[in-house]
């Protein structure tokens, strides 16, 4: 009998243990991120944009992005008055369990001051970084590099980039 007890026992240790292990992966995992990609770049093109869909567990916030291969910034187009507009953002909301999207001609990331050329098939890394609960923390996220026709072409029309 005491040695059903104890082996009862040692299970719900274990049980405790284990839930505590992923409760604290889920509070690191904070945000989900998939399909991160980068449009590929021309030789001697300096800037190009990323793009991914960011699903936060808890309400969070996306308050800055960086990247080995130049500048990155986060930025918004919007058309204002038959003009397309691009302007960067201090920061982005990423509403409990809803999918915010990094898209073309929408929120992006944007890369400027390119070392080289983005070529298909390589992969650039981009960290994020999150505040949520009142801590910034870092994700990195390794983003495909797609050939430079991939859909929702950037562009087209006019348009004025302001900070």
């Known amino acids: 009998m005491q040695a059903k007890v104890r082996a009862a026992r040692a299970a719900s240790i274990v049980t405790v243990a284990l839930a505590g292990l992923l409760a604290s992966a889920h509070a690191m995992a904070q945000v989900d991120v998939s399909d991160a990609w980068v449009r590929g770049t021309v030789p001697a093109q300096t800037a190009s944009g990323a793009f991914m ?22 930025h918004e187009m919007k058309m204002e008055n038959n003009v397309m507009r691009m302007r960067a953002l201090p920061s982005l909301d990423l509403p409990k369990m809803q999918d915010v999207q990094l898209k073309p001609g929408g929120y992006h990331v944007m890369l400027m001051g390119l070392k080289q050329q983005l070529k298909a098939g390589d992969t650039v890394p981009i960290t994020l ?35």
Do not use: F, W, Y
């Open 53 to 74: 869909t960011l699903h936060a567990h808890d309400t969070a916030k996306l308050v800055g992005v960086s990247s080995p291969v130049g500048t990155a910034e986060l």
């Open 129 to 163: 970084k999150i505040e949520q609960n009142g801590k910034v923390t870092e994700q990195t996220v390794q983003a495909q590099v797609r050939d430079m026709t991939a859909s929702g072409q950037m562009g087209g029309g006019h348009m004025d980039h302001k900070h």
